[in-house]
């Protein structure tokens, strides 16, 4: 039931409640009607008079009558804005709290108001000074695109007292430049911010006939992924992110935030998550003054990788922007995109350029045919021909009978009030005149119209001149300050912070983080979910909880990390109708929660037997011990597990035995089974995958890690976890062999020489700096081949110039410590080296080793 519906009900059961009591009858008027306009009006109102700005000048009400007043009272001088603001209520019929709201958020975008004092910060979320101590003015790139007298609509104030433009000649897309968000009655509207030189270049293309593309751009900078952007309309989605870096191993810096956030929402939302839970911090320090700095300090032992991801996952480091393109045209709501947004708005540009040509070029022309005219009547002395004449309609007959022998060449007829102006010229300008100079006014006119003339017939190539000008006055400054990339999604069961125990009650069949007298299973998060075995062949993953029942006589429970496809189960069991044995591996990579499944064949009194969880799919060798019956002459026998395929967990598997057996005893620890796993780079988002995006760095197994080189001349060796971040100065990223060595050409700051090195890294566990440690060192090549080569290119000294030096690094240094100095380059002055192909080399084939044992957790049964 809708409002009016309750209303008339509710209506009617009053009405004959009364008539009831009173037994008197009445004439109900009903509201419903009025009702109905009144909020329609009313929406109306708002949606087209406060909170959508209009598509022809990108403004609304509010924020155009502020521009209007601000015109008015340009002098060129600083206005207090509470002058400002009671000088636009003269339009705006609205308090003066609005108008001063809206008028401080235009001057933060630095954009159209030139401000002075404090005007607030967009970094830290403070507020404005009072009106009364903040001043402003236009900027010059207001007063050049925002206003045309000469081809503005007015309209009648509010109070019939004033008139005001009913849209200011915009002539730029203001609109995605400054962005808007409004909220109306049934709809709103969000348009993001865009760059001002890319909306140009996109303004240029558009004009020349090009496809051209533009996305949001946000004055607190950060990241965004504006793959999903949908031009800006309804459903698109821009996700944009803090940036993070790591200064230490217990310091992240936070130089950036996201857009619709300010530093005092940011640490709050961090705050909040670490009191959850989500992850952990020792402190935070908020530095932010003209640029945002923001310490968060770690305890020791947390990984600064996951916590960047966390922060991204649990906080307001990461939000998710959803734009809607809503504008008023014609007096209505439009939902329209952005690229829709900049074409009308280049178009509407080319048509104010061309009418304040046209204007131009008939007050040109006006002046022309007067100065014409004028040249006439002084040069030909028509003057005297009034001079018998006593009224005032035989001087303009006078003068116009004067002036017909001669306007042949005039461009349209002479008016009275051309004559009438004649009349009005001074004596000393007559007795003054210079035909010469004239003469040169006229040409001088000429010329303009021509230009003018052309302009018109080329006003495409002029809109394009008038853009490009624009960007070369005003664009300096204005870059590009959010960089855009794509993202990984974050998974939050993978960076949350676990922080809870998890627990197991085998016999009762109990899972929970409040059993803590029970067995200890792992540590784990809110959040995650968990996976349980039974021995009667059950499985079920279930969320977390504190206590929950999820079956008898567990065998197994860990936590459940959704996707992987490298954790391999290994099961033997008996079914329960023809006791026969079965063996059987599967991956268990995608469920549904709750549910039961059966890894048996589903008959009444089948057991597990065996079973073992191998997180690199590793695959153990088990001794079979059969009951001892009459007929059955091999009483114990192996199966290695390597020999049964993988498959999927519904499997029935292969029969190991219709005899009944004893116990399984394990006889071999499992290696892995599994392929090395394929890792990439994808230098787009900096991370690594398994996914093919990017370049692959190699195949990796278990023990193979990455060797790490930066630019300011740190090294290490990491395994290749998914999660892991790389620093921006990253000059090498490759699959580590350790017996390959390392070279390097530096330039020492101490000694002032250039210096050789080879190396290889001694340990491993630990990031160390190849080169010294002083201000003026520098990293000039590092190679990673076998053999490798350098060119070094000597500069001129004194006129002369030594011959480029070319060194096969291998044979002028033998590899030697990391901390060595290494061998003097040359004395010379240097000009640039390069690093050059090297030298072919096939490295020796390594034997094969043996695969180290690798833990997993079997479980064997005895049975009765």
Not at 579 to 598: C, E, H, L, M
């Amino acid at each position: 039931m809708n409002n009016e519906e309750h209303y008339e009900d509710s209506l009617h059961e009053n009405t004959d409640n009364q008539e009831t009591q009173e037994n008197a009858s009445e004439t109900i008027t009903k509201v419903t009607g009025m009702y109905k306009e009144w909020f329609l009006d009313y929406a109306s109102y708002v949606i087209l008079e406060r909170a959508v700005p209009a598509i022809e000048d990108g403004f609304k009400p509010v924020q155009r009558r502020i521009m209007h007043s601000m015109k008015e009272l340009d002098d060129g001088r600083y206005n207090k804005v509470a002058n400002v603001v009671g000088h636009t209520m003269q339009y705006h019929p609205h308090g003066d709290a609005s108008i001063g709201d809206a008028m401080v958020q235009m001057g933060q975008k630095e954009l159209l108001i030139d401000t002075q004092g404090n005007w607030g910060n967009i970094l830290t979320g403070d507020g404005a000074a009072a009106p009364r101590y903040i001043e402003a003015r236009l900027s010059k790139f207001a007063l050049e695109v925002l206003y045309s007298p000469k081809i503005t609509s007015w309209q009648l104030s509010y109070d019939g007292r004033k008139n005001e433009p009913i849209n200011l000649p915009v002539k730029f897309p203001l609109l995605l430049a400054q962005g808007a968000e409004g909220i109306a009655v049934g709809l709103s509207t969000k348009l993001l911010p865009h760059n001002f030189n890319e909306l140009i270049d996109a303004s240029v293309k558009h004009l020349k006939g090009k496809p051209f593309t533009i996305y949001p751009d946000f004055p607190t900078k950060g990241i965004a992924d504006v793959s999903a952007y949908n031009d800006g309309m309804r459903g698109g989605r821009v996700r944009v992110r803090a940036k993070i870096a790591q200064l230490d191993k217990t310091t992240l810096l936070i130089s950036e935030i996201p857009f619709s956030t300010n530093t005092t929402s940011l640490i709050e939302s961090i705050i909040k998550a670490n009191e959850k839970g989500k992850i952990k911090i020792k402190k935070i320090e908020d530095n932010t003054a003209a640029e945002v700095e923001i310490l968060i300090l770690l305890p020791p032992g947390v990984s600064a990788d996951k916590t960047i991801d966390a922060l991204y996952a649990f906080t307001n480091c990461e939000v998710s922007i959803a734009p809607l393109g809503c504008v008023i045209e014609n007096n209505k709501p439009v939902f329209i995109g952005v690229s829709d947004i900049l074409r009308r708005s280049t178009e509407r540009t080319v048509e104010l350029l061309r009418q304040e040509l046209e204007i131009e070029l008939h007050e040109l022309q006006e002046q022309w045919h007067f100065l014409s005219l004028e040249r006439i009547f002084i040069e030909k002395r028509i003057y005297h021909d009034i001079e018998e004449e006593e009224t005032w309609e035989g001087v303009i007959k006078a003068i116009d009978e004067g002036l017909k022998p001669y306007i042949t060449h005039l461009k349209r007829p002479v008016t009275e009030e051309d004559i009438v102006r004649l009349t009005e010229i001074r004596i000393k300008k007559i007795s003054k005149y210079d035909l010469g100079k004239a003469q040169q006014k006229l040409e001088a006119l000429e010329g303009d119209i021509a230009q003018v003339k052309h302009h018109l017939a080329h006003i495409i190539d002029f809109a394009i001149d008038y853009f490009i000008k624009l960007k070369e006055k005003y664009g300096k400054g204005r870059e590009r300050q959010t960089e855009l990339r794509n993202f990984d999604t974050i998974e939050a069961t993978k960076v949350v912070l676990r922080n809870t125990k998890l627990y197991v009650n085998r016999a009762e069949g109990f899972i929970g983080t409040s059993l803590r007298k029970d067995e200890y299973v792992a540590d784990c998060s809110d959040i995650d979910d968990i996976i349980v075995f039974m021995r009667s062949g059950e499985m079920v993953v279930t969320k977390v909880d504190d206590k929950k029942f999820v079956g008898k006589d567990i065998i197994h429970v860990a936590v459940f990390n959704k996707g992987d496809n490298r954790t391999t189960y290994n099961l033997i069991y008996r079914d329960g109708k023809s006791g026969t044995s079965y063996i059987k591996r599967f991956n268990v990579s995608s469920i549904t929660r709750d549910r039961i499944y059966d890894l048996t064949q589903g008959k009444k009194g089948s057991q597990i037997l065996y079973f073992s969880a191998n997180p690199n799919g590793e695959a153990e060798v088990v001794s079979i011990f059969l009951r001892n019956l009459t007929n059955i002459r091999k009483l114990k026998f192996d199966i290695d597990f390597s020999e049964i395929n993988i498959k999927s967990r519904s499997a029935k598997g292969n029969q190991v035995t219709k005899y009944p057996i004893k116990k399984i005893e394990l006889k071999e620890k499992g290696i892995s089974t599994l392929k090395p796993r394929k890792i990439w780079f994808d230098d787009a988002v900096n991370r690594l995958n398994v996914d093919g995006r990017g370049e692959l760095l190699g195949e990796f197994k278990p023990e193979d890690k990455l060797l790490i080189i930066t630019q300011s001349g740190k090294i290490k060796t990491i395994m290749p976890e998914l999660t892991t971040h790389f620093d921006e100065d990253m000059i090498v990223l490759e699959k580590w062999i350790p017996e390959k060595p390392i070279s390097a050409i530096y330039y020492e700051g101490e000694k002032g020489r250039y210096f050789v090195k080879r190396f290889v890294i001694e340990n491993e566990n630990k990031e160390e700096i190849f080169i010294s440690e002083h201000p003026h060192t520098r990293l000039e090549i590092v190679s990673t081949d076998y053999i490798p080569r350098a060119e070094v290119i000597f500069a001129k000294v004194k006129g002369v110039q030594k011959e480029d030096l070319e060194i096969n690094i291998e044979e002028f240094i033998s590899v030697k410590g990391i901390k060595a100095l290494g061998n003097q380059l040359t004395a010379d002055k240097v000009k640039h080296i390069n690093l050059l192909e090297p030298i072919p080399y096939e490295p020796p084939q390594p034997e094969a080793e043996e695969q180290p044992e690798i833990e997993n957790g079997q479980l064997g049964f005895e049975l009765e």
